[in-house]
């Protein structure tokens, strides 16, 4: 019997991609770039977008007419695109954005504005500690600036107040960008330029203000705008730079002012009698801030903005091009010509089969665990004769409540890593992916029971759900009490904790039961801290390739390209979204929002931090990812107590990994640090003495 | 009366056999959308062990004994006991009978969706296996109320599967492992009820092409 063709599969996880960011919410302009620049058929763009073939066509035919597609304005964001890339490679700058350069009927300070804001919406990120200098630029980038999708921000203000009547000073700026936000204000209480030296250290030193400057060495992003010196530029109007003979003969070698700093024309700080009197960020902590953003365009400020390039001040510039070009022409350099044309990227050949270690892929499961069984033999041994069943050498004693794992194969060292002392007693496993049969569960029961009972923990599943339940029965019926822990740890899955699956969580919940029942407490508290455990454990995975079963070696489903499924399980199911492919950051970002939501942890609160694999992520992508974790765990004020990063809760060969947090108290924290010596799990006892 | 005699028709559970072996990577496809694609593996699993263990002379009730018994003590996953407690359900129906008539047939069948109907706690229109088995048992029985012969009922019976089957097309997934999908498991046809109305069919043509008629 054939697979019936059904027109309703076909359109499948495409179709709900939405729109990248690069074209806002424009499909016709998607549709136009998708036909024009990367050259892709009419019906490969209604499957991208998820329209119909003939609405590609009109979308094209409206991009034509509205002008969307337009030989000037392409040759005009082209020559934007190209000083962008001179002056990146060029002043070594991490990011720049020029806007084409549009000939007036907008001032220009609102297209940087609006320019800026875009910039920084990418840019920002929940965590963040934002410093803010002031200036029109800035002021305008705020007021462009809309978002709800940041959580934990704080905005310092860099730059002590001033009191002319402008609409950009510090103040201003710090309170917008805040407001744009939705951040904490840090405001700098205190004037920009004081009358004395004294008068200065006196004001650092009073604690409001000298609190406020602390936070200035915390910074990990700057917005500054960039001043010229000319007569009629915003500093004097500012009144950061008071007129006068005085000051003007002090700062003559100085070409521009950023941050409160006067700088030359090579970017080294100019000395007057300002800088003993200033109080705001200085140039060494402005150094040490990773991401320093500069908004400023306008031909008057080339020399200032140069000087700030070279004196790498800001890494990060957003301009327009009559002002990139500029910066360019001066530094000596040519402005590159546009030269329009494609740049191709050979795509990987699509794996058909994969390639793996195998004999006979039916007998893979039985020769796999004929060898974990000898490698792990310190450790464990089968119960009847079958490894389907294995049992601790130093785990079921009389009177301790034994504990019984298990699940399907394929995810290990799940689940037969954590035989050992101190946390599982006992092991039933199936095959790839599918939960034992009720025989081994019971084999596993016997032989752990010490007379205390026997605690069941699984991954909830249906088909364990029933296995688990049918062998439960049978070990009743026999005199051997069994308690029944389903662990639901993964937050994607579903947003009532009962209906949730079992993931990576499992480990930690293992580890907190294997404890309890180590120390000798009854099943009822060894199954109530296992609860425990299992209601404060979140975890969320992200899969970037999908698995291959032994069986077909093929990949399970496909992940596009430029495509990650979030909230992937650990048996190959594709997981909750389809979603673009981001960076380790935006992905580690995702995920800690979603756990942080379920959890709702309070400032100083602890989490032990299980950074896993799914199978084919190296570790050195699972530390990037914990570095961020941890970042936004900080800003957060919540403590990693402990960490573990490694496989410890597979699917295969799936290329992702899974970020689990277990909220803790000192109960819990206690059972995670039980000494435990199993394969996959080892905690050394304190040394005492 | 149309029936078919118990004794000695082991051989239509081999059949049912060949033909989960023969759907196997069709079954895993199809699971691989939405679930973990490892259905026609496990299944072809189950089902190709208990035809090695026929040894041809079992009566119908004792081959869908054997194979109960290998889906619920060697198979796992939770296809194993479903369909392990379908079978077994089945078997005990026609225990020690000797003919099995057009009534004997859909009690059998009955029996059969009592059992995973206890041990599931899935309902109509959740995209599972009852979508195929729910809509077959009612038209088989409505197909004998109406007047029309064992062979036409079990023709009836096998559409109706198969028409379930497609229906699970456009249902959202309520139980197992693709209800964590939600909407996402909409376009896809269930695996489960694929395979059961791929057992329910080849069911009914075994049991039609060996009526007798006396």
Same mark, same amino acid.
């Given at each position: 019997m054939p697979p019936r063709s059904s027109s309703g599969s076909? *359109?499948?996880?495409?179709?709900?991609a939405g729109v990248p960011l690069r074209f806002g919410d424009d499909l016709l302009l998607w549709a136009s770039w998708l036909y024009y620049e990367e050259g892709m058929t009419q019906s490969d763009i209604a499957r991208i977008i998820g329209v119909s073939r003939a609405s590609v066509i009109s979308y094209l035919a409206d991009a034509r007419t509205r002008g969307i597609v337009n030989i000037s304005i392409e040759t005009n964001r082209l020559r934007a695109l190209s000083v962008a890339r001179s002056l990146s490679e060029h002043f070594g700058l991490k990011d720049c954005l020029v806007i084409p350069s549009t000939g007036g009927e907008r001032p220009l300070v609102e297209s940087l504005g609006a320019a800026g804001a875009q910039a920084l919406r990418a840019l920002f990120r929940s965590g963040d500690t934002i410093g803010v200098g002031w200036g029109r630029s800035v002021l305008a980038a705020a007021k462009a600036l809309s978002t709800e999708a940041l959580q934990d921000i704080r905005v310092v203000q860099v730059t002590g107040s001033t009191s002319a009547h402008v609409p950009y000073t510090p103040a201003a700026c710090a309170t917008a960008m805040a407001a744009a936000i939705g951040a904490e204000c840090i405001p700098l209480s205190a004037p920009a330029i004081v009358s004395t030296p004294e008068l200065r250290d006196l004001l650092c030193r009073e604690s409001p203000v000298r609190e406020q400057l602390a936070c200035l060495a915390e910074l990990n992003r700057i917005v500054l705008g960039i001043a010229s010196? *000319?007569?009629?530029s915003t500093l004097h109007a500012s009144g950061l730079l008071k007129d006068g003979p005085m000051f003007r003969d002090a700062y003559a070698g100085a070409v521009g002012e950023i941050a409160g700093h006067f700088v030359d024309a090579r970017g080294l700080p100019v000395s007057g009698p300002l800088e003993a009197r200033m109080i705001g960020i200085t140039l060494e902590d402005l150094a040490r801030v990773p991401q320093r953003i500069a908004i400023a365009g306008g031909v008057d400020k080339v020399p200032a903005i140069l000087a700030a390039l070279r004196g790498g001040h800001a890494n990060v510039l957003v301009t327009d091009a009559a002002t990139g070009a500029g910066i360019l022409h001066a530094e000596g350099l040519s402005v590159p010509q546009v030269r329009p044309g494609q740049e191709t990227v050979a795509g990987l050949p699509v794996r058909t089969r994969v390639k793996k270690f195998l004999n006979a892929p039916d007998e893979a499961v039985d020769e796999a665990l004929e060898g974990a069984v000898a490698d792990y033999a310190g450790f464990l041994r089968p119960v009847r004769g079958s490894n389907r069943a294995l049992v601790a050498l130093d785990g079921p004693r009389p009177g301790k409540v034994g504990v019984v794992i298990g699940g399907g194969a394929g995810h290990d060292p799940c689940f037969l890593g954590y035989v050992g002392r101190g946390m599982a007693d006992a092991v039933a496993i199936g095959n790839v992916f599918a939960s034992p049969p009720p025989g081994p569960i019971l084999d596993a029961t016997r032989a752990a029971d010490g007379g205390a009972g026997v605690l069941h923990l699984f991954g909830n599943y249906s088909g364990d759900v029933m296995n688990f339940e049918m062998a439960a029965e049978m070990a009743d019926s026999g005199g051997i009490a069994v308690r029944t822990l389903v662990t639901t740890d993964d937050v994607a899955s579903a947003g009532e904790r009962q209906a949730r699956r079992g993931v990576a969580g499992n480990v930690l919940v293992f580890k907190a039961a294997g404890a309890a029942a180590d120390r000798m407490l009854p099943l009822v508290e060894v199954a109530a801290l296992a609860r425990k455990a299992n209601d404060r454990s979140y975890t969320i995975g992200v899969a970037l390739e999908p698995c291959s079963l032994p069986e077909t070696q093929r990949p399970l489903f496909a992940i596009g390209a430029g495509e990650m499924e979030v909230g992937v399980g650990i048996h190959g199911e594709p997981g909750v979204a389809r979603q673009a492919l981001e960076n380790a950051d935006d992905t580690a970002d995702l995920v800690v929002d979603r756990i942080l939501t379920a959890m709702d942890p309070k400032q100083g609160d602890e989490v032990a931090l299980l950074l896993n694999s799914l199978g084919a992520t190296p570790l050195m992508e699972l530390h990037i990812i914990g570095r961020r974790v941890r970042q936004r765990l900080k800003a957060r004020g919540v403590v990693v107590a402990r960490s573990w990063a490694g496989h410890y809760c597979t699917s295969l060969d799936m290329v992702g990994m899974s970020v689990t947090m277990m909220h803790l108290d000192a109960e819990l924290k206690g059972l995670l640090d039980h000494p435990c010596h199993t394969p996959a799990f080892r905690v050394a006892p304190v040394a005492t003495g | 009366m149309e029936r078919i005699a118990n004794a000695g028709n082991g051989g239509l559970v081999a059949e049912l056999a060949a033909v989960i072996v023969e759907n196997k990577a069709w079954l895993s496809e199809i699971d691989g959308k939405i679930g973990d694609g490892d259905h026609g593996v496990n299944m072809a699993k189950g089902f190709g062990r208990t035809a090695e263990r026929l040894e041809g002379g079992e009566s119908l009730a004792e081959a869908l004994s054997v194979l109960s018994d290998v889906l619920m003590s060697e198979i796992g996953g939770s296809m194993g006991p479903l369909y392990g407690m379908m079978f077994s359900g089945m078997a005990e129906a026609i225990e020690g009978a000797e003919e099995i008539d057009a009534e004997d047939f859909g009690a059998m069948l009955q029996a059969g969706l009592d059992e995973v109907r206890d041990i599931g706690s899935a309902e109509p229109g959740d995209k599972t296996l009852l979508d195929a088995y729910v809509p077959a048992v009612d038209a088989y029985g409505k197909a004998l109320a109406a007047g029309s012969g064992m062979s036409a009922a079990l023709e009836a019976m096998c559409a109706a599967a198969e028409a379930g089957r497609d229906a699970t097309i456009d249902m959202v997934a309520k139980v197992g492992r693709a209800a964590r999908l939600g909407e996402r498991s909409r376009g896809v046809q269930d695996a489960g009820a694929t395979s059961c109305a791929l057992i329910l069919c080849a069911l009914a043509k075994g049991t039609a092409s060996r009526l007798s008629d006396a």
């Open positions: 076909a *359109r499948g996880a495409d179709a709900g010196m *000319r007569p009629s | -």
